[in-house]
């Protein structure tokens, strides 16, 4: 579960303005949509105007900066709106501000801009003057974005939580565009296609790793300017790199300054406590039956996408938004018209956003990070999906990671928890992820959930990646999985990036890297992870209970097919025989047991030749080694630029 709390916490200062540049091209979307344009603070030559929606307010006023922070009220709009506005001579970029509200009973109380392009850097709660000027070099990335992103593309994530990836040497944050050119380098070394930042809006509190929203069109200040971070995806595309952005529409804090009975009322939360209050994370919820909160969130949503040029969202917590109980003890929970635990209202909001995004931007990503069952999470809304283009798959994620941490000796009777996943795994267009998630509160690494000794844990981390590289879907890796990180991921210090230097560790890091080249080169591993033609079982003679054989299929026009083999225990499998659907010679593409990647050397000599006997349904058949916890590649296809084994082994310090 994604860290929820939201105690205040002493944060680092302010990063430096970035360059400036032309606008951005104007954005096709509805104009209830893009209120951005309008509320909050924009500068010109003259001044600042500044507009706020606080319907129920008896008076607003801006205090900052430019009036030495003495209340100038603003003007109610004439046309109902609910909406206060007005222009301050002299107020520039730069300058800190908030807004004054006075309810209709009770004192008055200071709020910060929901639409600021800017924050004060935690634990300051002001909002800041902004522009969003930047000269973006990515324009190759952008023309060529929707061949990148298709979803028969390769899409190998790399996720990232900024402030504890790499710190500088006296402990103090990088900047974002520092930040940027270390991953790009990084991620070119480590073959990933894209990097997934976990939410960079502003929260207040750092440990909530940013799930707990105060500014939710204002980069964290912790990292720099909004012009830093625009270097950041810029930098990454121009190596070609795509970015995916944390995005967090199911609930925010109550922090004084937020969003939380922002006018005196209940007016971005749902009033009804059973609908507004969640217990499990001592946060708000939106209320999705306002239209202003969904052009509030849609808004934000587009506007991400297009200021900042990020390539999709995932987006966070999908299931608290669809269950009205989701995390609820019995007789906590509001029920909807029909008597059912569906939220019908947030289920709505799902559909415009992805209807809204895709309408503006039909090369991005919307990918849901959903856990229950809900049917048609990644289907189009006019077949009665939410319109998400891709899920994470959790439930792989806990079967597989279960599996994992069996003993080796116990693996043979649970086989089903491998399996399982490849009898839905093409009910939804699915995201493999091995996240952050798993690797925090007293669950351990993912090095240390394996059982064994070190060379065994090595091992069994390897062949832990490999399946996964090989099982239908996209892949999602937390940083410092790519070398073993030994430790549990924490966010007050960095990844333990000298255990790169160990041999294992730097073995495991290489593997992770011919993965990804592999899977980008051969197109049987990606084409078709989202069609069932693209996978069969692989028939197999005597096949040991903790062995699996499967073949990925690109399809017509590509070259062959590729053959996965995996064996989940310390002892090799002399003399497996494979069913084959042709003769020649099957060459070994990648070998998890090999000893560049710290392995025992154990093999086929680099590749079989299939045999005219019959195995399963295929006339030819390999008579093959299965190394100890590994999982080999083979193909009978023409040379795809296979990856060398020399692999990684380099790190930007």
């Known amino acids: 579960m994604t860290s929820r709390s939201t105690t205040p916490q002493r944060l680092a200062t302010r990063g430096a303005s970035g360059p400036a540049s032309a606008p951005q091209p104007a954005l096709h979307a509805a104009p209830h949509h893009l209120a951005f344009g309008t509320l909050g603070a924009h500068a010109d030559a003259r001044g600042t105007r500044f507009a706020v929606w606080a319907p129920n307010a008896r008076g607003v006023a801006v205090i900052g900066d430019f009036n030495g922070w003495h209340p100038q009220a603003l003007e109610p709009a004439a046309d109902g709106s609910g909406r206060w506005h007005g222009f301050v001579e002299g107020a520039v970029p730069g300058q800190y501000y908030k807004y004054r509200i006075q309810p209709q009973e009770g004192p008055s109380f200071d709020k910060a801009d929901p639409y600021a392009f800017r924050a004060e850097c935690p634990p300051r709660t002001a909002s800041q003057i902004a522009t969003l000027d930047y000269a973006w070099g990515d324009g190759a990335w952008m023309a060529q974005r929707g061949t990148r992103q298709a979803l028969d593309a390769p899409m190998s994530i790399y996720e990232v939580h900024l402030g504890s990836w790499q710190r500088a040497d006296d402990g103090s944050y990088l900047n974002y565009a520092e930040l940027g050119r270390r991953l790009a380098a990084h991620c070119e070394t480590m073959g990933f296609t894209h990097v997934e930042l976990m939410p960079v809006a502003e929260h207040p509190f750092y440990g909530s790793w940013g799930y707990q929203i105060t500014s939710y069109f204002a980069p964290s200040a912790r990292y720099g300017s909004p012009q830093d971070l625009m270097a950041l995806v810029d930098t990454l595309h121009q190596h070609g790199i795509g970015v995916l952005l944390d995005w967090v529409p199911s609930h925010f804090p109550s922090d004084a300054h937020g969003l939380g009975r922002f006018d005196g009322t209940c007016l971005y939360e749902h009033e009804d406590p059973r609908r507004g209050f969640h217990p499990q994370w001592n946060s708000l919820i939106f209320n999705y039956g306002r239209f202003e909160v969904r052009d509030f969130l849609i808004g934000n949503a587009l506007f991400w996408l297009q200021h900042y040029h990020f390539d999709g969202l995932r987006v966070d917590a999908v299931a608290s938004l669809l269950y009205l109980d989701f995390g609820r003890e019995p007789g906590q929970s509001a029920t909807n018209e029909d008597g059912g635990n569906q939220n019908l209202q947030a289920v709505e909001f799902l559909r415009q ?60 009777y649970h086989r089903d928890e491998l399996c399982f996943s490849f009898v839905y795994a093409f009910n939804e267009n699915f995201v493999l992820p091995l996240s952050h998630d798993e690797v925090v509160y007293g669950k351990g690494s993912l090095w240390g959930r394996q059982p064994g000794d070190d060379w065994q844990r090595a091992a069994g981390l390897r062949a832990l990646y490999g399946f996964m590289w090989g099982h239908p879907g996209k892949k999602l890796l937390f940083m410092g999985g790519e070398f073993g990180q030994t430790e549990e991921w924490h966010h007050e210090r960095t990844l333990d990036w000298h255990e790169w230097a160990v041999p294992r560790h730097a073995g495991v890091a290489r593997w992770v890297a011919d993965l990804n080249r592999l899977y980008r080169a051969w197109p049987a591993l990606h084409r078709r992870d989202f069609d069932a033609e693209g996978f069969s079982w692989a028939p197999t003679e005597a096949e040991p209970a903790t062995a699996l054989a499967f073949f990925r299929h690109a399809g017509p026009g590509a070259q062959g097919d590729v053959l996965v083999l995996c064996n989940f225990t310390p002892a090799p499998v002399p003399g497996l025989r494979v069913g084959v659907p042709r003769a020649g010679r099957w060459r070994e593409l990648l070998n998890g047991d090999a000893l560049v990647y710290g392995g025992s050397g154990c093999g086929n000599l680099g590749g079989v030749l299939a045999e005219a006997r019959p195995c399963g349904h295929h006339a030819h058949s390999l008579q093959l080694v299965l190394p100890p916890l590994s999982v080999m590649f083979f193909s009978d296809g023409a040379d795809a630029a296979a990856p060398s084994s020399s692999g990684a082994g380099h790190v930007h310090p």
């Open 353 to 412: 956003l992805n209807i809204a995004v895709y309408a503006a931007f039909p090369d991005v990503h919307m990918v849901a990070e959903e856990s229950s069952s809900w049917c048609g999470v990644s289907r189009p809304v006019e077949h009665a999906g939410l319109g998400f283009g891709m899920k994470w798959n959790m439930g792989w994620m806990n079967d597989t990671l279960r599996y994992a941490k069996r003993p080796h000796f116990y693996r043979e």
